[in-house]
């Protein structure tokens, strides 16, 4: 008996365990696209395009930041870039009607936020399902956008237009903003009692409740949240486009941040996210989309290229967490 525990330690000892790499399967799908599009078309390495694709993806960025948390505590909420939609809307009316950029900020962003506060009371106190209570939401916030800006595109002129277009030591604004944002989320996930309780409730939330976490607090707390990170990105669309139009924004940018969560590896079903993950689906779709307009395919084609791009790098990411599932 004495002699054979040594061996046994030995013979454990001498088993290495794999490396594993967090989200490889997103990290080697985006390598191949940024390797084939550099090899066919000149243009996308230079500065100029990497910058107009860092400026797009931020938008992308703050709204799948917002949603990543919110699902991760089993929540959803469809109607972020709808929200985004009104936010860039009554800015720019704002804006042109002489309105200074402080006061249309505040005014934009608590409007947001109300937006998210109302899904939050939706859901958190009737049975509607949040998805479909934020889709209702979407659906109804795309008509008032499109009510705010009487159909037509209205100019902000060169207000906001530091924020939209500039760069501090070459980098945008925009990007700034929004890691500032995803590190912030991505702090508050791992390291705080707010964090902790969505992973707890995103789980369970029977037993979250027992435990003794304000479950309604805490989901009111997380829509609102998500509300005013939806206006935040739409005063950064606002900025950068310079104009608010009425297609402006909208339920294409939400399907874009959602996709980017889920292919990021947050479970649908919560308690599961990695701020991460949604970066690196977001910096996917940005660049599949740039590659895609730069070897100029057809428009018609674009989506289908889109989809199995995303289909190849959410199957991927799939084997490989359940690969390392003990």
């Not at 594993?20 to 390495?45: E, M, N, Q, Y």
């Not at 991760?72 to 009554?90: E, K, L, P, Q, Y």
């Not at 237009?161 to 995803?182: D, K, Y």
């Not at 609102?224 to 739409?234: D, E, P, T």
Request: hydrophobic fraction near 55%.
């Amino acid at each position: 008996m004495s002699v054979k525990v040594p061996f046994v330690a030995r013979e454990r000892a001498d088993v290495v365990p794999a490396v594993r790499i967090p989200h490889a399967g997103l990290l080697a799908v985006l390598v191949v696209v940024i390797v084939f599009t550099a090899l066919r078309a000149d243009s996308f390495t230079t500065s100029q395009n990497l910058l107009n694709v860092l400026r797009q993806i931020s938008v992308n960025a703050v709204i799948a930041g917002g949603l990543t948390l919110l699902m991760t505590a089993g929540g959803m909420d469809f109607s972020m870039g709808s929200n985004a939609a009104v936010t860039t809307a009554v800015a720019a009316q704002m804006l042109s009607g002489g309105r200074s950029t402080a006061v249309t900020v505040v005014v934009a962003l608590l409007l947001a936020a109300c937006v998210g506060l109302v899904n939050g009371l939706v859901v958190t106190f009737t049975n509607v399902a949040p998805f479909v209570a934020t889709l209702a939401t979407a659906m109804l916030l795309d008509g008032v956008a499109l009510l705010v800006l009487n159909g037509m595109s209205v100019t902000i002129g060169d207000k906001m237009q530091a924020l939209g277009n500039s760069t501090v030591a070459g980098v945008p604004w925009l990007l700034v903003v929004a890691v500032l944002v995803l590190a912030a989320i991505g702090l508050v996930m791992r390291f705080t009692t707010f964090g902790r309780d969505a992973f707890a409730m995103g789980g369970n939330e029977h037993v979250a409740r027992l435990s003794g976490i304000n479950v309604p607090a805490r989901k009111l707390a997380l829509y609102a949240l998500a509300g005013a990170l939806a206006g935040l990105a739409g005063l950064m669309l606002l900025s950068r486009l310079g104009a608010s139009a009425p297609n402006t924004a909208g339920l294409q940018t939400q399907l874009t941040a959602v996709a980017a969560v889920v292919i990021g590896g947050t479970s649908l079903a919560g308690g599961r996210g990695t701020i991460a993950g949604t970066a690196l689906g977001v910096v996917l779709l940005g660049v599949v989309a740039n590659a895609l307009n730069l070897l100029q395919v057809n428009s018609n084609y674009q989506l289908v290229v889109t989809g199995a791009v995303l289909l190849v790098a959410a199957v991927i990411n799939g084997f490989q967490r359940k690969g390392s599932t003990p």
